[in-house]
C-alpha cells in the first residue's frame, strides 16, 4: 500500500532531531481535534441563532439553501444546468425518466482572463453568451427548459432562485456583484441580449449541488461536501434545530444547510493550533484573514505549506546542502499535485518523489534523506488534512444523529490524492465509531451519471 510506514521519519542522520523540530509542527494531537470539533459545533450554533448578534460572532454562515426535498426516484422531464464552479464551467441539459438521468448534453466553457480581472457585468454577459451558444447548438431557442444555476460563491439566499454574493473567490478578481443578486443579474444580462427563453428556477452552490447529486444515486446521502481549491460542506438540518427559521415548521421538516466552512475560523477560533507556516500562507494569499479552515488543507494552499518548510529546513542547512533554487523559492510553486505525485510513491519506492525534487531544479544535489524527508512532509500535511476534514464531518454526522448515512464528495484534491480519502475514513471511524459512513460519491465530469460511489 502507498505510503505504509510513513509515520516515521526513516533518516540516518545526525539531525534527524532538528529535522523533526521542524517538522512537527504539522502533527495535531488528539485532544487538539476535539476541541476543533467543540469549537464548530459551537459556531453552529451561533451560525443558527435567531438573534443577531450571535450570529455576527460566528465564522460560519450557515446558510439556508432553500432546498427543501432530496431526490426520491420520481423525477421526470428536461432540464438545464449551469455550473459555474471556477475558470471553466458547464451547461448541462438532462432529460429524467422514473427519477433515473436517461440522456445528457453538455459543454464545457472557459471564462477569459480578461474577464476573471473585469467587472461583475462582464461575467454575468459571458454566462449568457455561453447559455445562447448552448441553447443554438442544441436548438432549445424556443423552448423554455428549468434551468437550476450553481454559483459556487459565497453567497446569502433570500428564496430558492435569490441569491446575494458575499463574496468573490477562487482566481475571480471582479470588482462589483457584491450585495447583489447573482439570479436576477445572470436574468439581465439575458436581457441586454435580446432576452431568450430560459426560466431560471433555482440558485445553490456547488456544495449542495454534490449533496443533491448524492442523493441521486443513494438516498441515504445527508453530507455534500467540495474538497477542491477550495472547501466547504452542507448537510440535511432538521426544521426544530434551527432557531433563526421563521418560516413554518411544515413537512418535510428538514432543509439543506450550507456552512461555508471554508471560512470556519475567520473570527479566530482556530489560532491556537495554526502553525507559523500557515499564518504566512495567510499573509500571501488573496483573501487575507479569510478562509481560515480552508487554508489549512485546501488544495489551493496545501503545497505551499509543504514549500515554507522545505525553505526553512533548506536555510538551516538541513536539506538539499543548503542549496535553494529560483523554482523552489518561487510563491506557490509547490503545488498540492505534487503532493498527490509524493504521495503515490512506496516506502521502498521513491520515483515520484525524485521526479518532483527535479522539476524544482534540486536533484543534483538532493540525497536519500532529502527525499525521506520530502515525503515525510507530505504525509504529514495530508494526515493533517484528513484529520481537520474528518473533524468537521464528524460534527456533522454526530448532529444529524443517524446511524447510517452516505457523505457525497466532489473535488480534485480529493479526486487525485491517492491515499486521502482513505485516511478520511480511518478518522471517521476513530471520530464516530457508532455511525457507519456506508458510501461517499466522487462526481465524474465525464461520465453520464452525475456521481459515482465508492471509497
Known amino acids: 500500500m502507498a505510503n505504509q510506514g510513513w509515520s516515521s521519519l526513516p533518516i540516518a542522520t545526525e539531525n534527524l532531531h532538528q529535522v523533526l523540530a521542524v517538522t512537527n509542527v504539522l502533527k495535531i494531537s488528539d485532544d487538539t481535534i476535539r476541541r476543533v470539533m467543540v469549537i464548530m459545533d459551537n459556531e453552529m450554533k451561533l451560525g443558527m441563532s435567531r438573534h443577531d448578534n450571535q450570529r455576527r460572532q460566528s465564522s460560519l454562515q450557515m446558510e439556508n439553501t432553500y432546498v427543501r426535498f432530496l431526490l426520491d426516484g420520481t423525477e421526470e422531464g428536461r432540464y438545464m444546468a449551469l455550473d459555474l464552479g471556477g475558470t471553466n464551467f458547464r451547461i448541462i ?41 448552448f441553447l443554438t447548438d442544441n436548438q432549445l431557442l424556443d423552448e423554455n427548459i428549468p434551468l437550476g444555476f450553481t454559483f459556487s460563491f459565497p453567497m446569502e439566499q433570500k428564496s430558492l ?26 436574468k439581465d444580462a439575458i436581457q441586454r441580449r435580446g432576452g431568450f427563453s430560459v426560466n431560471i428556477v433555482a440558485i445553490l452552490n456547488d456544495t449542495t449541488g454534490t449533496l443533491m447529486a448524492g442523493s441521486y444515486l443513494d438516498h441515504q446521502c445527508q453530507i455534500g461536501m467540495i474538497l477542491g481549491t ?58 487575507v484573514n479569510s478562509f481560515t479552515f480552508e487554508k489549512l488543507f485546501s488544495g489551493m494552499y496545501m503545497g505551499e505549506v509543504v514549500r515554507l518548510i522545505l525553505l526553512k529546513l533548506i536555510k538551516e542547512r538541513l536539506m538539499f546542502k543548503g542549496q535553494t533554487t529560483d523554482k523552489i523559492t518561487k ?62 464531518l464528524a460534527v456533522l454526522i454526530t448532529h444529524i444523529k443517524k446511524e447510517q448515512m452516505t457523505i457525497a464528495v466532489d473535488g480534485s484534491m480529493y479526486e487525485h490524492h491517492p491515499t486521502l480519502a482513505k485516511m478520511i475514513k480511518d478518522e471517521l471511524h476513530m471520530l464516530c465509531p457508532n455511525t457507519q459512513v456506508c458510501k461517499t460519491s466522487v462526481s465524474k465530469t465525464v461520465e453520464l451519471n452525475p456521481a459515482d460511489i465508492g471509497i
Open 93 to 133: 441539459l438532462i432529460e429524467m425518466k422514473a427519477g433515473k438521468i436517461v440522456n445528457e448534453t453538455f459543454n464545457l466553457f472557459t471564462i477569459p482572463e480578461a474577464v476573471l480581472c473585469g467587472n461583475s457585468n462582464q461575467v454575468f454577459d459571458y454566462l449568457a453568451d455561453s447559455i445562447e451558444v
Open 161 to 186: 432562485d435569490s441569491g446575494y454574493l458575499v463574496t468573490w473567490t477562487k482566481s475571480f478578481r471582479v470588482t462589483g456583484g457584491v450585495g447583489e443578486d447573482a439570479v436576477q443579474n445572470l
Open 230 to 287: 477550495g472547501s466547504n460542506a452542507s448537510y440535511v438540518e432538521n426544521l426544530e434545530n434551527i432557531d433563526k427559521w421563521t418560516d413554518p415548521i411544515d413537512d418535510p421538516k428538514q432543509v439543506l444547510i450550507d456552512l461555508e466552512w471554508g471560512a470556519f475560523g475567520d473570527n479566530g477560533v482556530l489560532d491556537f493550533m495554526k502553525s507559523e507556516y500557515d499564518f504566512e500562507v495567510n499573509k500571501k494569499s488573496n483573501h
Open 331 to 392: 510563491d506557490w510553486q509547490f503545488t498540492t499535485k505534487c503532493i498527490s505525485d509524493i504521495m503515490a510513491d512506496t516506502e521502498n519506492d521513491s520515483r515520484q518523489t525524485r521526479h518532483v525534487i527535479e522539476e524544482f531544479d534540486l536533484g543534483h544535489v538532493t540525497s536519500d534523506d532529502d527525499v525521506a524527508i520530502v515525503k515525510y512532509l507530505c504525509y504529514l500535511v495530508s494526515v493533517r488534512a484528513a484529520k481537520l476534514i474528518a473533524a468537521g
